[in-house]
Each structure stands twice: as structure tokens, then as C-alpha cells.
């Protein structure tokens, strides 16, 4: 199975920061690789596909990069709105597999 | 866009079976493969498998360490997929989503997902 690894865990910022969170591959999966935002109580919701293109709706804030094993999230002005836990995942090969998350919190 | 309404809560017994059902409305296509992803409480996503688009043969793949106890089927002619566990522990006590995509040529990119139902295991 391909692992998926996150990181930081948490990180807290202000409103306004620049935030990144990076997630490594165990192995290369090309640019399979999608994010996701989790508010607290609800289902994930569906940022980024193929590394690095928005979904429709998705604020411009949010951009992704990376291909191979190593790939960032940006937020590139944190909204007390993006308070919540965001996921990576790999759609390369089954079993499809997460990253353990990242919490953001707002300072 | 589709929309997928899943089944209500449940409250099982360790060693019973719960089947968990994710019907889909609205704009449908055939490569609407359905995947299960489950989530314990405060942790994180796990994918448990998936069936392809329900105007296909419904190919099933499950997540190795669910084998032998879990069967993902669809009822073609009500749009509905159910997701059986069977001998439940108290391990399997989590969120259960059921989830597609509608992004084109993207088959496990998830962009649409059920409500959840919270299966509880417990005496």
C-alpha cells in the first residue's frame, strides 16, 4: 500500500498568514494526488484534484503543487472560515489511501 | 450534479452486521463508481472500497484489511449501493461515507459525498 504522510499535524496562524502543508508519498504517484478540507461534524469537502487544480467553487487562496512523492497545500491568506483539518489523498492505484491530516487553527 | 442521501444512524452488537445504504438522485452517469471511506472518532479517513458505475458489471474492490467481511453492492433500479460489515468490534466504530466523482477523467478524485452514518458498536 502507499503511505501517505502529513505534515505538520496541527499548526495555529493568524488570519492573513501565508500557511503550507506538505504530504509525502511512499512512492511516486505521479500527480494522483487530491485534497480535502473536514470542518468538525460535517464530510470532507473536495479542494484540489490531479496536485494542482481547483475544484470549481473552491476559493483562489487555496493552490496546490508537487508531483512524484512530495506535495503542498497553500492557503496563501488564511479566512477564520479555513479553521478546519485538511487531508491529501492518493487516487494513483488501490487502495486508495490519506494522509493522517492536517488541523488548522486560527490564532 | 448527483446528489447521494445515505441511510440513518445505527447501534449494532459486537459480532452483528450492519448494512448501511447511499442512494443517489439528481444528474447520474454511468461512471458514477461509488467508494465507502469510513472515520473513527477523531481520526482520520480511511477507504474501505468501491464498485464501479451501476450500468457496468458493479466490479467490486475491498481494502485487504476488510476482506472476507465486507460486501459493496447496487440495486440498479433504484440507484442505491449498500455497504455491509459483518462481525463488528468495537474497532468498526465510526463515520461511514459514501462518496463519487463527477470530475472528468478523475474515477477516485471525490467531489461528492453522502452525509455519513455513525454505525455505534456497543452491548
Known amino acids: 500500500d502507499i503511505q501517505m504522510t502529513q505534515s505538520p499535524s496541527s499548526l495555529s496562524a493568524s488570519v492573513g498568514d501565508r500557511v503550507t502543508i506538505t504530504c509525502r508519498a511512499s512512492?511516486?504517484?505521479?500527480?494522483?494526488l487530491n485534497w480535502y478540507q473536514q470542518k468538525p461534524g460535517k464530510a470532507p469537502k473536495f479542494l484540489i484534484y490531479?496536485?494542482?487544480s481547483l475544484q470549481s467553487g473552491v476559493p483562489s487562496r487555496f493552490s496546490g503543487s508537487g508531483s512524484g512523492t512530495e506535495f503542498t497545500l497553500t492557503i496563501t491568506s488564511l479566512q477564520p472560515e479555513d479553521l478546519a483539518t485538511y487531508y491529501c489523498?492518493?487516487?494513483?492505484?488501490?487502495?486508495?489511501?490519506f494522509g493522517g491530516g492536517t488541523k488548522v487553527e486560527i490564532k | 450534479q448527483v446528489q447521494l442521501v445515505q441511510s440513518g444512524d445505527e447501534v449494532k452488537q459486537p459480532g452483528a452486521s450492519v448494512r448501511v445504504s447511499c442512494k443517489a438522485s439528481?444528474?447520474?452517469?454511468?461512471?458514477?463508481?461509488i467508494s465507502w471511506v469510513r472515520q473513527a472518532p477523531g481520526q482520520g479517513l480511511e477507504w474501505m472500497g468501491w464498485?464501479?458505475?451501476?450500468?457496468?458489471?458493479?466490479?467490486?474492490h475491498y481494502a485487504q484489511k476488510l476482506q472476507g467481511r465486507v460486501t459493496i453492492t447496487t440495486d440498479t433500479s433504484t440507484r442505491t449501493t449498500y455497504m455491509e460489515l459483518r462481525s463488528l468490534s468495537s474497532d468498526d466504530a465510526a463515520m461511514y461515507y459514501c462518496?463519487?466523482?463527477?470530475?472528468?477523467?478523475?474515477?477516485?478524485?471525490?467531489?461528492?459525498w453522502g452525509q455519513g452514518t455513525m454505525v455505534t458498536v456497543s452491548s
Open positions: 489523498q492518493q487516487s494513483y492505484t488501490t487502495p486508495l489511501t
Open positions: 439528481g444528474h447520474t452517469s454511468s461512471r458514477n463508481d
Open positions: 462518496a463519487t466523482t463527477e470530475v472528468p477523467s478523475q474515477r477516485f478524485a471525490f467531489d461528492v
Open positions: 512512492q511516486s504517484i505521479s500527480s494522483y
Open positions: 464498485i464501479s458505475g451501476y450500468t457496468y458489471t458493479g466490479n467490486t
Open positions: 490531479s496536485a494542482s
